[in-house]
Protein backbone atom coordinates (compact mmCIF):
# COMPACT_ATOMS: atom_id res chain seq x y z
CA UNK A 1 0.00 0.00 0.00
CA UNK A 2 1.31 3.25 -1.13
CA UNK A 3 2.04 6.04 1.36
CA UNK A 4 -0.79 8.86 1.57
CA UNK A 5 0.58 12.11 -0.36
CA UNK A 6 -0.91 15.37 0.97
CA UNK A 7 -0.83 18.34 -0.93
CA UNK A 8 -1.39 21.86 0.56
CA UNK A 9 -1.93 25.37 -0.70
CA UNK A 10 -2.70 27.41 2.61
CA UNK A 11 -3.10 30.94 3.59
CA UNK A 12 -1.31 30.90 7.52
CA UNK A 13 -1.07 33.73 10.23
CA UNK A 14 1.81 33.14 12.79
CA UNK A 15 2.83 35.24 15.90
CA UNK A 16 5.22 35.05 18.00
CA UNK A 17 5.84 37.03 21.07
CA UNK A 18 8.80 37.39 23.30
CA UNK A 19 10.92 40.16 25.12
CA UNK A 20 14.10 41.57 23.79
CA UNK A 21 16.65 40.56 26.60
CA UNK A 22 19.96 38.88 25.99
CA UNK A 23 22.85 37.62 27.61
CA UNK A 24 26.13 36.53 26.38
CA UNK A 25 27.56 33.39 27.23
CA UNK A 26 30.10 31.18 25.67
CA UNK A 27 31.18 27.88 24.35
CA UNK A 28 27.47 26.77 23.90
CA UNK A 29 26.61 26.77 20.22
CA UNK A 30 30.08 27.52 19.22
CA UNK A 31 33.67 26.83 20.62
CA UNK A 32 35.99 29.89 22.20
CA UNK A 33 33.33 32.07 21.12
CA UNK A 34 31.09 34.94 22.77
CA UNK A 35 26.90 34.34 22.24
CA UNK A 36 23.89 36.07 22.46
CA UNK A 37 21.38 33.86 23.91
CA UNK A 38 17.57 35.47 24.21
CA UNK A 39 16.01 35.07 27.52
CA UNK A 40 12.94 35.43 29.16
CA UNK A 41 9.35 34.36 28.16
CA UNK A 42 8.40 33.35 24.75
CA UNK A 43 4.94 31.97 22.81
CA UNK A 44 4.50 31.35 19.52
CA UNK A 45 0.65 30.17 17.82
CA UNK A 46 0.35 29.16 14.17
CA UNK A 47 -2.70 28.98 12.17
CA UNK A 48 -3.18 27.19 8.79
CA UNK A 49 -5.96 26.73 6.38
CA UNK A 50 -5.20 24.18 3.95
CA UNK A 51 -8.36 24.34 1.45
CA UNK A 52 -9.40 22.21 -1.71
CA UNK A 53 -10.24 25.22 -3.32
CA UNK A 54 -6.62 26.52 -3.35
CA UNK A 55 -5.33 23.44 -4.83
CA UNK A 56 -4.90 21.01 -1.50
CA UNK A 57 -5.58 17.97 -1.53
CA UNK A 58 -8.25 18.03 1.54
CA UNK A 59 -9.90 21.04 3.77
CA UNK A 60 -8.10 20.74 6.68
CA UNK A 61 -7.61 23.24 9.84
CA UNK A 62 -4.17 22.98 11.35
CA UNK A 63 -2.57 24.60 14.36
CA UNK A 64 0.41 24.71 16.76
CA UNK A 65 1.52 26.54 19.35
CA UNK A 66 4.71 26.94 21.75
CA UNK A 67 5.14 28.45 24.97
CA UNK A 68 9.02 28.62 26.76
CA UNK A 69 11.14 30.05 29.27
CA UNK A 70 14.99 30.89 28.99
CA UNK A 71 17.29 31.63 31.82
CA UNK A 72 20.59 32.63 31.95
CA UNK A 73 23.03 33.93 34.70
CA UNK A 74 27.12 33.62 35.15
CA UNK A 75 27.51 31.18 31.78
CA UNK A 76 24.92 29.24 33.22
CA UNK A 77 21.42 28.14 30.44
CA UNK A 78 18.66 26.63 31.02
CA UNK A 79 15.56 26.33 28.83
CA UNK A 80 12.26 24.39 29.36
CA UNK A 81 9.66 24.49 25.83
CA UNK A 82 6.69 22.85 25.22
CA UNK A 83 4.52 22.90 21.73
CA UNK A 84 1.52 21.15 21.14
CA UNK A 85 0.05 20.65 17.44
CA UNK A 86 -2.93 18.84 15.92
CA UNK A 87 -5.20 18.87 12.42
CA UNK A 88 -9.19 19.13 12.03
CA UNK A 89 -9.52 17.18 9.06
CA UNK A 90 -12.87 15.58 7.30
CA UNK A 91 -14.32 16.13 11.48
CA UNK A 92 -11.50 14.12 12.97
CA UNK A 93 -8.76 15.36 15.37
CA UNK A 94 -5.34 14.04 13.60
CA UNK A 95 -1.35 15.02 13.16
CA UNK A 96 -1.61 15.07 17.01
CA UNK A 97 2.03 16.04 17.98
CA UNK A 98 3.23 17.18 21.87
CA UNK A 99 6.96 18.24 22.06
CA UNK A 100 8.81 18.85 25.40
CA UNK A 101 11.93 20.08 26.19
CA UNK A 102 14.37 20.85 28.49
CA UNK A 103 18.35 21.83 28.26
CA UNK A 104 20.87 23.51 29.80
CA UNK A 105 24.24 24.18 30.69
CA UNK A 106 25.90 24.51 34.24
CA UNK A 107 28.86 27.12 34.59
CA UNK A 108 32.13 26.26 34.04
CA UNK A 109 33.46 24.33 36.90
CA UNK A 110 37.22 22.11 37.10
CA UNK A 111 38.18 22.10 33.19
CA UNK A 112 34.90 22.40 31.94
CA UNK A 113 31.11 22.38 31.72
CA UNK A 114 27.92 19.90 32.09
CA UNK A 115 25.35 20.39 29.33
CA UNK A 116 22.02 18.66 29.20
CA UNK A 117 19.40 18.05 26.68
CA UNK A 118 15.94 16.02 27.30
CA UNK A 119 13.49 15.66 24.96
CA UNK A 120 9.90 13.93 24.33
CA UNK A 121 7.88 13.88 21.07
CA UNK A 122 4.45 12.03 21.55
CA UNK A 123 2.76 11.48 17.94
CA UNK A 124 -0.50 10.53 17.93
CA UNK A 125 -3.07 9.84 14.62
CA UNK A 126 -0.25 10.75 12.81
CA UNK A 127 -1.56 10.73 8.84
CA UNK A 128 1.71 11.74 7.04
CA UNK A 129 3.84 8.94 7.69
CA UNK A 130 6.29 11.12 9.07
CA UNK A 131 9.51 8.92 9.55
CA UNK A 132 10.79 8.89 12.68
CA UNK A 133 14.10 8.11 13.57
CA UNK A 134 17.88 8.34 16.13
CA UNK A 135 20.99 7.05 15.59
CA UNK A 136 24.52 8.26 14.26
CA UNK A 137 23.88 12.65 14.10
CA UNK A 138 20.53 12.63 14.98
CA UNK A 139 20.54 11.84 18.87
CA UNK A 140 22.34 8.35 19.62
CA UNK A 141 26.10 8.39 18.76
CA UNK A 142 27.24 4.66 19.03
CA UNK A 143 24.73 3.67 16.61
CA UNK A 144 24.54 4.33 12.25
CA UNK A 145 22.52 6.80 10.98
CA UNK A 146 18.82 5.87 11.37
CA UNK A 147 19.42 2.80 13.22
CA UNK A 148 16.26 3.23 14.96
CA UNK A 149 13.07 3.71 12.37
CA UNK A 150 9.34 4.31 12.85
CA UNK A 151 6.42 5.39 10.90
CA UNK A 152 4.25 7.70 13.41
CA UNK A 153 6.24 7.27 16.26
CA UNK A 154 6.72 9.10 19.12
CA UNK A 155 10.20 9.82 20.64
CA UNK A 156 12.61 10.14 23.72
CA UNK A 157 15.70 11.19 23.68
CA UNK A 158 18.27 12.15 26.07
CA UNK A 159 21.97 13.79 26.20
CA UNK A 160 24.54 14.37 29.06
CA UNK A 161 28.30 15.99 28.12
CA UNK A 162 30.88 17.28 30.23
CA UNK A 163 32.37 19.22 27.62
CA UNK A 164 36.37 21.37 28.25
CA UNK A 165 36.88 24.68 28.15
CA UNK A 166 38.96 25.47 24.74
CA UNK A 167 42.51 25.00 24.57
CA UNK A 168 44.07 27.56 22.49
CA UNK A 169 46.77 26.51 19.84
CA UNK A 170 47.90 29.20 17.56
CA UNK A 171 44.70 30.40 16.25
CA UNK A 172 42.79 26.75 16.48
CA UNK A 173 40.40 26.72 19.23
CA UNK A 174 40.47 22.71 20.44
CA UNK A 175 38.34 20.67 23.10
CA UNK A 176 37.27 17.45 23.98
CA UNK A 177 34.00 15.66 25.57
CA UNK A 178 32.38 13.08 27.14
CA UNK A 179 28.87 11.82 26.47
CA UNK A 180 26.00 9.38 27.19
CA UNK A 181 23.67 9.16 25.14
CA UNK A 182 19.77 7.20 25.33
CA UNK A 183 17.04 7.03 23.20
CA UNK A 184 13.62 5.21 21.82
CA UNK A 185 11.37 5.62 18.93
CA UNK A 186 7.84 3.63 19.74
CA UNK A 187 4.62 3.10 18.97
CA UNK A 188 2.97 1.82 21.88
CA UNK A 189 4.33 2.74 25.15
CA UNK A 190 4.54 -0.41 26.59
CA UNK A 191 6.97 -1.48 23.96
CA UNK A 192 9.68 1.08 24.42
CA UNK A 193 13.33 -0.01 24.37
CA UNK A 194 15.63 2.33 25.35
CA UNK A 195 19.18 2.41 23.64
CA UNK A 196 21.92 3.71 25.14
CA UNK A 197 25.52 5.09 24.45
CA UNK A 198 28.82 6.07 25.96
CA UNK A 199 31.81 7.85 24.13
CA UNK A 200 34.22 10.80 24.01
CA UNK A 201 34.78 13.70 21.38
CA UNK A 202 36.87 16.35 19.80
CA UNK A 203 35.84 19.46 18.72
CA UNK A 204 37.81 22.08 16.70
CA UNK A 205 37.06 25.71 15.94
CA UNK A 206 39.19 27.52 13.49
CA UNK A 207 37.79 31.18 13.68
CA UNK A 208 39.21 31.85 9.97
CA UNK A 209 37.13 30.05 8.47
CA UNK A 210 33.77 28.87 10.53
CA UNK A 211 32.13 30.11 13.79
CA UNK A 212 30.81 26.77 14.63
CA UNK A 213 32.93 23.86 15.81
CA UNK A 214 33.87 20.41 13.51
CA UNK A 215 33.27 17.55 15.53
CA UNK A 216 33.93 14.34 15.48
CA UNK A 217 32.71 11.77 18.24
CA UNK A 218 33.46 7.62 18.89
CA UNK A 219 30.57 5.86 20.97
CA UNK A 220 29.97 2.50 21.77
CA UNK A 221 26.94 1.16 22.21
CA UNK A 222 25.82 -0.64 25.47
CA UNK A 223 22.59 -2.84 24.90
CA UNK A 224 25.13 -5.23 21.77
CA UNK A 225 27.04 -7.80 22.67
CA UNK A 226 30.67 -7.01 21.73
CA UNK A 227 32.79 -4.62 21.53
CA UNK A 228 31.96 -1.80 19.10
CA UNK A 229 33.00 1.64 18.00
CA UNK A 230 30.83 4.12 15.91
CA UNK A 231 32.34 7.11 14.16
CA UNK A 232 30.28 10.26 13.98
CA UNK A 233 31.64 13.43 11.91
CA UNK A 234 30.31 16.44 11.43
CA UNK A 235 29.50 19.89 11.99
CA UNK A 236 27.89 22.00 14.81
CA UNK A 237 27.54 20.42 18.32
CA UNK A 238 25.79 17.29 18.50
CA UNK A 239 23.92 18.37 21.01
CA UNK A 240 21.98 21.77 20.51
CA UNK A 241 21.14 24.29 23.23
CA UNK A 242 20.61 28.06 21.63
CA UNK A 243 17.56 29.00 18.85
CA UNK A 244 20.46 29.06 16.23
CA UNK A 245 21.17 25.76 16.48
CA UNK A 246 17.42 24.21 16.37
Known amino acids: MLPRVRRELFPYLQYQLYLPRYAVLENLATFGQSESVR ?7 LFELPLRAYGSSSDSFAVAGGLGYTWAHRNALLQVAVAPSARLEEGRVVDQLLLA ?10 LGRLVLRAVWQGRRGDTSQQAVSLGGDSGLRGYPSQAFQLVGASLLRGNLEYRTLPLLWRSVQMGALLFYDAGAVYVDVKEIDVHHAVGFGLRLLFPQFNRYPYRLDLGFPLDRAGFRLQLTIGSGQAVPLTAVEG
Not at 39 to 45: F, I, K, N, Q
Not at 101 to 110: M, Q, S, Y
Open 39 to 45: TGPAASA
Open 101 to 110: EVRGATPPWL
